[in-house]
């Protein structure tokens, strides 16, 4: 998967398409020429368009757009880097021109046809946030929980993807981690690994801190009663509805998902 940038890509086209044409107008003796800046500008296009022809696996796009650069980058090996230059008229060999020609001819309709095959999915600006700031994801806690970072930065690129439910199941699978975390935090190991067992434990196990003489119980106390029960509030909400396929998700649901679990993650990794 990669970026796609529709203003790149169409201005790319726009220049290789006015390149082809000037090369059927300087093979007509209309006296078109070619610049500095023009040999630039339309080698540029051409290099990214074998680069993301490559990406796509269309490979008469990349060959005959590989065949066209070869011919550019020695016209631009010629060119130096002064801008003063950059409406100096470049002299190109005739069969260099000619060759030119007949790539450009191919590049352009082997473009048509084979991006034609390819289809693409738009993220709407709405969830573009979630998918620019993914890998930032879980940097807050990742110190502390770096096994839970995967599924929450997966479970915002899904929701930029509107992948709802893919979304919820990626936040749910995170909270995994941050129980076991929580059972080594409270020192309870666990009889039972069904959820419900689990927090009645670690409820247990902090209610009796009280008793424990623990110089800050009640500041700890507080703050593990807080965690468990958000535990608790998203295991009867989401986690076992998410992981025994009992629901589907839409964007607000997913949404409150992802954000209670990164809330959570990051209320447990700072606790004391």
Known sequence: MFEFNCGQFSGAIVEISSFKLLLELHRRGTGASFTANGIRD???????????????GLAGTQEHGTHALVILDRADAQIGGKIRLQ???????????????????????FINSEFKRKKLLEISDVRLGFWNKADSYGLDFASVLPDAVPDIQEAAR????????????????????????????VNVTPKNPNWENVLNDLNSAV??????????????????????????????????????????????????????????????????
């Open 42 to 56: 339309v080698r540029d296009s051409v290099q990214y368009i074998v680069e993301l022809a490559e990406k796509l």
């Open 87 to 109: 409406k100096q008229v470049v002299a190109l060999e005739s069969d260099e021109v000619n060759d030119l020609r007949l790539f450009f001819g191919n590049l352009v309709p």
């Open 158 to 185: 899904c929701l930029a993807l509107e992948r709802y439910t893919a979304s919820a199941f990626h936040s749910v699978r995170s909270l995994e981690f941050g129980l076991e975390y929580l059972c080594s935090r």
């Open 207 to 272: 209610n009796n801190w009280a008793n424990s003489g623990r110089p800050n119980w009640k500041q700890e106390q507080q703050a593990y009663s807080e965690l468990t029960a958000h535990l608790r509030a998203c295991k009867n909400a989401w986690r076992n509805y998410v992981m025994h396929r009992h629901a589907m998700y839409d964007y607000v649901q997913a949404d409150a998902i992802f954000r209670a679990s990164t809330m959570f993650l990051s209320d447990l990794a700072g606790a004391p």
